[in-house]
């Protein structure tokens, strides 16, 4: 069921079944931005938004379940001087042409969102902070786990659990006209409603997805939080429903329904994006795999290239980790200790290496005197001599802890 698809998503919904998707949650481009994010550099103005949208919200309408949401994160713009109407337009026709219910206009509130120009306080409003989430269902019932998406409680209802009889809603009336019952003990539900505005920074610049992207040089989408997809997609779907996001980007809708136990379809027209979307769920769930593929790699081809003939482990470490984004795929950080274990593990079983990990080996006159080249190769800063004529030549240490080859190194 879980599928990454390439293809425009009117065309790709088109052969999907009646009913077959449980939740849909997306964020398609907004108006003025590229259609699919640069491969056609069309680009859909505000008048033109909900001509474009509308079929594609039939498509989502049609594959629903009955019981089935459909969660549309967007943003408006400047429209000239005043702020574009096309959202709060193109909510109205989901409901009237589509058949969509709104069930909730909520609010994504970015407190990390940087000042911009409307922050000099000479355009007559605020930087704009929020985007919206705005849920539908297909039917007059939907999937909804309240329990799922509580917050913690506050410590002064934490005190109400524990309080005393405080009479009844007459005696705890406020000029709200807001009144409390407090003559009996209140229920704890294990956290309270979180209500419909949802605080989530959005400042992720160097997770594995960013070092994807920047190892194969692609520019990536816009890309919403993780914790904003994990937030809806727990609140309106079960274990083994079917995610959709339709214009797929990055992936995270999926990476987050997958890691939820649900299943999820992504559709990306761009070829880049759908490609890195599946390195990087690859990175996430197989990262065993990944790590295992390189280190073999790395152990059976690099390894042997070294002139030296004792091989310390940090630079070893040093030498792995500007390896293997050159010919591997990027894989969750190690630390320095995981790697050395693991390199110990797949040369445990070479006779012609002793290694050292809970002693020194000492450096003698012969076996690290010759230069390495894979240090001015890789730029192992950390390995490097100040004196360019020796570059490939380090400070040499009398001690290490590493590998030592039983054979000579030729030179």
Not at 57 to 85: C, H, P, T, W
Not at 206 to 212: E, K, M, S, Y
Not at 406 to 411: I, P, Y
């Amino acid at each position: 069921m879980e599928r990454f698809i390439c293809g425009e998503c009117l065309e790709e919904m088109k052969k999907m079944p009646n009913e077959s998707i449980d939740f849909i949650f997306t964020s398609p481009p907004y108006a003025d931005q590229v259609k699919d994010y640069g491969t056609t550099g069309i680009k859909i103005k505000p008048n033109q938004y909900d001509s474009w949208f509308i079929p594609r919200a039939k498509e989502m309408y049609r594959i629903l379940k009955s019981n089935g949401s459909f969660v549309l994160n967007i943003n408006d713009k400047l429209d000239g001087k005043f702020q574009s109407l096309y959202v709060f337009k193109l909510v109205v026709m989901l409901v009237e042409q589509v058949g969509f219910h709104l069930v909730r206009d909520y609010i994504w509130y970015n407190p990390a969102t940087p000042p911009n120009i409307f922050s000099r306080g000479n355009m007559g409003r605020t930087k704009k902070s929020h985007e919206y989430c705005l849920w539908f269902s297909k039917s007059d019932s939907w999937t909804f786990n309240m329990d799922a998406i509580r917050k913690p409680y506050s410590e002064k209802m934490l005190e109400l659990f524990q309080a005393p009889d405080m009479g009844n809603r007459n005696a705890n009336s406020r000029p709200s006209r807001h009144n409390f019952d407090l003559s009996h003990t209140w229920k704890n539900n294990g956290g309270a409603d979180p209500g419909s505005v949802i605080s989530i920074s959005n400042t992720s610049s160097n997770d594995t997805f960013h070092r994807l992207c920047k190892q194969f040089g692609t520019g990536h989408p816009a890309r919403f939080p993780e914790s904003l997809v994990d937030f809806f997609v727990k609140a309106g779907t079960n274990v083994g429903d079917v995610v959709l996001d339709p214009f797929g980007g990055s992936g995270t809708t999926a990476i987050v329904a997958h890691r939820l136990g649900r299943n999820f379809k992504y559709i990306e027209i761009n070829p880049d994006f759908y490609d890195i979307a599946q390195k990087w769920f690859e990175v996430e769930f197989s990262s065993d795999k990944v790590y295992s593929k390189n280190m073999n790699n790395f152990c059976k081809n690099v390894i042997p290239t070294c002139k030296w003939q004792l091989l310390p482990f940090g630079f070893l470490y040093d030498l792995y980790q500007a390896w293997f984004p050159t010919v591997g795929l990027y894989e969750k950080p190690q630390t320095k200790e995981a790697f050395i274990n693991r390199l110990i593990s797949y040369l445990a079983n070479d006779d012609n290496l002793i290694i050292y990990k809970d002693r020194y080996f000492t450096v003698d006159g012969t076996s690290m005197q010759m230069p390495e080249p894979l240090i001015a190769q890789y730029k192992l800063k950390n390995w490097m001599n100040d004196d360019l004529n020796l570059i490939c030549s380090p400070i040499i240490q009398k001690k290490y802890k590493g590998i030592y080859r039983k054979w000579q190194v030729s030179a």
